[in-house]
């Protein structure tokens, strides 16, 4: 069968650019001939702007030029409609793909995320929007309770919407295993990790994970969030810049910013004790899915379909549904607590530390070496919080600090107090962001990299001097 798939593509840097990849490939492997259309700069057949009318008619003359068999559209309000976008706007866009729809020999629409609200009966666009999702051959959304909304807010018959797994057509994108994970990312072996990925936003919730886990530093535990903002917005950035400084003021969260590969995903979920999904909202989430395929326990909100998610899951995944920040807090703190093994950060010892002649200096190695220790440094291996020399460490420290004062490259935000200047803006970055944020990422690699080898180097130095001073291993003399 000869199939169009609309979708945005890898290397595009989007979620459901790796949800629509996974989803081809599982097409092709039964045998089906697809082209892909992407409505940006990515490694599809096709590309075209399908934003506003102009591009739903576009998109209309190439099925109509394509004579596919079969048109599948992975659908998402950004992909189409102008933002912001008035009613005008939203009646142009509904009559242009009921044009391109209605072109098609048979039309699927998978719908990943839309405002009901644009179903409204009573205003033209909305009208406009029921007519042209009924045209649609066969709806896809991934939860009961998305398919009692749709229908109602659409006026689709229920029997034409059908529910696929979220999680269908997954497959698993890595081969490292824990320990290598953990090397791999700097994350000591003994931490207890939890985990929230993604793209940042503020219905994601990722700022209430920060929140329900303070404390837990202390206990030797830490807290990962990767992700960068989907939709470079002044919304989605200050957010971001909010949760930025939110996980620097809290003791064991690391930030981790920048769009991560479908490997580098995994890996993270790998590296993870377990996976929190706190979310205000949400449809479905990909993130739990893929957390099954690595058998990682979830800590997740009752929001969305996400209760659907975990029921259909039953036993087969250790997932634990929280109402609010409380619930949050005690299943992240009983998750923690209950570890075999686990060991509180060391106390100061403050009694050894005041006999010492040279306090000040003893005070600033406990320092580096927990800063070293808690930032994952690996030292020339993976080294474990409380396990580092102190002298070692602050030879490390001192070797990578030029480096480290060097912060992470970024794209600058495309913001401006006009708004003509805000859409050039907007626009340049959505032509040029897959080719210059891979740049970006390999830049911020290649300092980490650095500060790696700059430390492994100082460390391995200062092991080797103590090796030469005392070959048994003895405390060399004073």
Request: glycine residues 8%; charged residues 25%.
């Amino acid at each position: 069968m000869k199939i169009l798939m609309v979708t945005p593509y890898p290397p595009a840097r989007d979620g459901i650019a790796a949800y629509a990849a996974q989803a081809v490939r599982s097409l092709r492997r039964d045998g089906h001939q697809v082209t892909v259309l992407s409505p940006g700069p990515s490694a599809a057949h096709h590309h075209l702007d399908l934003v506003g009318p102009r591009g739903a008619l576009a998109l209309a003359k190439h099925i109509r030029a394509g004579r596919y068999d079969r048109v599948i559209v992975q659908f998402h309000p950004d992909f189409f409609y102008p933002v912001p976008n008035r009613m005008r706007d939203r009646l142009a866009v509904a009559t242009g793909l009921l044009a391109a729809f209605r072109v098609a020999s048979r039309v699927e629409v998978i719908v990943h995320e839309i405002d009901y609200r644009f179903g409204r009966p009573t205003a033209p666009d909305g009208a406009a929007a029921r007519l042209m999702w009924r045209s649609v051959d066969r709806i896809a959304v991934h939860t009961e309770a998305e398919r009692s909304r749709f229908a109602k807010a659409f006026g689709v018959p229920a029997t034409k919407i059908a529910l696929v797994e979220h999680g269908s057509d997954f497959a698993r994108n890595t081969h490292f295993d824990r320990e290598s994970a953990r090397a791999s990312f700097g994350v000591p072996l003994d931490a207890f990790t939890f985990l929230s990925i993604g793209f940042v936003q503020y219905h994601k919730g990722f700022d209430r994970a920060v929140r329900a886990f303070s404390g837990l530093g202390a206990r030797g535990a830490r807290l990962d969030i990767v992700g960068s903002a989907r939709v470079d917005d002044p919304g989605n950035l200050a957010y971001s810049n909010s949760l930025d400084a939110l996980a620097a003021a809290t003791d064991g969260v690391f930030r981790h910013r920048g769009f991560v590969s479908d490997e580098q995903f995994d890996r993270w979920l790998v590296a993870s004790d377990v996976v929190v999904l706190p979310y205000r909202s949400i449809w479905s989430s990909g993130v739990l899915e893929r957390a099954a395929l690595y058998d990682r326990p979830v800590i997740a909100t009752a929001v969305g379909g996400l209760q659907e998610q975990a029921a259909r899951a039953g036993r087969a995944q250790d997932i634990t549904l929280v109402v609010d920040d409380a619930e949050l807090r005690a299943a992240m703190w009983a998750r923690a607590g209950g570890r075999s093994g686990a060991t509180a950060r060391a106390s100061w010892r403050v009694g050894s530390l005041a006999d010492d002649a040279d306090l000040r200096a003893r005070v600033q190695s406990e320092v580096v070496r927990r800063a070293v220790g808690a930032r994952g440094t690996r030292l020339g291996g993976a080294v474990a919080a409380g396990t580092v020399d102190p002298d070692t460490a602050a030879a490390a420290s001192r070797a990578s600090a030029p480096v480290r004062r060097v912060a992470n490259l970024e794209l600058p935000a495309p913001t401006s107090g006009r708004s003509s200047a805000a859409f050039v803006k907007r626009l340049v970055r959505r032509l040029t962001a897959w080719e210059l944020e891979p740049v970006v990422g390999e830049i911020n690699a290649l300092r980490a990299a650095t500060v790696e080898a700059l430390e492994s180097v100082a460390a391995a130095r200062g092991r080797g001097a103590a090796e030469r001073d005392d070959p048994a291993g003895r405390v060399p003399p004073s």
